[in-house]
């Protein structure tokens, strides 16, 4: 097996993005998580706080690292923990059997994010929470929602606004970013190649949440060839 087939099984992408790039991510992370365990910490004090700031930290690496992500936005992270926690919660109340109540919180919740829009993977981990977690979350009933899952995930899109809009290549949310420098548009008619593709995502200097060989794939179904007489 070739190299550059070993990279493609393994999914790793080989788009670059710049050192201030990455400390933005991991300050921006670090600052997010530690303010949130202080919160959840004054809501839930004890060994509950890890079970709620672990899907935060989660929710941190998409604010922080793909700002820009469709999963990334304010209205998936806010709608999707939110949701998230009211099912876990009715199913922690109403559904017995832990471990069936735990399949149903996180299966619910994932149907529940797809119907209203607001897929964010980490509120699966939510729904869990809201279930296997200690008695001091399963004791707030569905005050848990509120405090500390709703609160959380409000200061986590505000801290991300915050510490993301010093930086115009990656203000947040998306619709904040400015524009990037323009990149040569090809010759018309000419499907774009795999370099220059690469070229044009390298320049917004951001990760992007969807693979080299999609966006190839996707680039050139817009600008297709021309058809051989």
Known sequence: MS???????????MIEVSLAEKAVAILGGGVAIGLLLVITNWALPGPSVISVVTSMGASAVLLFAVPHGPLSQPWPVCGGHVLSAIIGVACARWIAPTALAGACAVGLAIGAMIQCRCIHPPGGATALAAVIGRAAIRDRGFDFVWCPVALN???MVILAVAVNFPFRWRRYPAILSRAPRPVPVPVAGRALTHDEIAAAVR?????IDISEEDLVRLVNRLCPPPEKP
């Open 203 to 207: 320049s917004l200097d951001s990760f």
């Open 3 to 13: 190299l550059k087939r070993l990279v493609a099984w393994l999914g790793w992408e």
């Open 153 to 155: 995930a409000l200061v």
